[in-house]
């Protein structure tokens, strides 16, 4: 199982990025696609969450800003993020939740700076 994320880049304060994640391999049934973020010298956080139901929740400091939402066909999730602030630099990580036990699988990370 893998999981390609990618997306992440430079940007200004007030721009936009859209990450994507794309599971492949013998997952089942994917249960909660995730993102998750760590900037210098935090540690890791829930930024949101999609379940295959179609619930979402958001950590309060992206609420408004963030979008997340998935093709379940592609096994892809997705994050579109505007309105960035340099707060939100960090690398940002997609997590699965699959299976008959919900196994977790983590993508490797891309980053995203934001920055003038």
């Known amino acids: 199982v893998q999981l390609q994320a990618s997306g992440g880049g430079l940007v200004q304060p007030g721009g936009s990025l859209r990450l994507s994640c794309a599971a492949s391999g013998s997952i089942g049934s994917i249960h909660v696609m995730s993102w998750y973020r760590q900037g210098p010298g935090k540690s890791r956080e829930l930024v949101a969450v999609i379940t295959n139901g179609g619930s979402i929740t958001y950590a309060d400091s992206v609420k408004g800003r963030f979008t997340i939402s998935r093709d379940n066909a592609k096994k892809t999730v997705y994050l579109q993020m505007n309105s960035l602030k340099p707060e939100d630099t960090a690398v940002y990580y997609c997590?699965?939740?699959?299976?008959?036990?919900?196994?977790?699988?983590w993508g490797k990370g891309t980053l995203v700076t934001v920055s003038s």
């Open positions: 997590n699965v939740a699959a299976g008959v036990v919900r196994s977790s699988y």
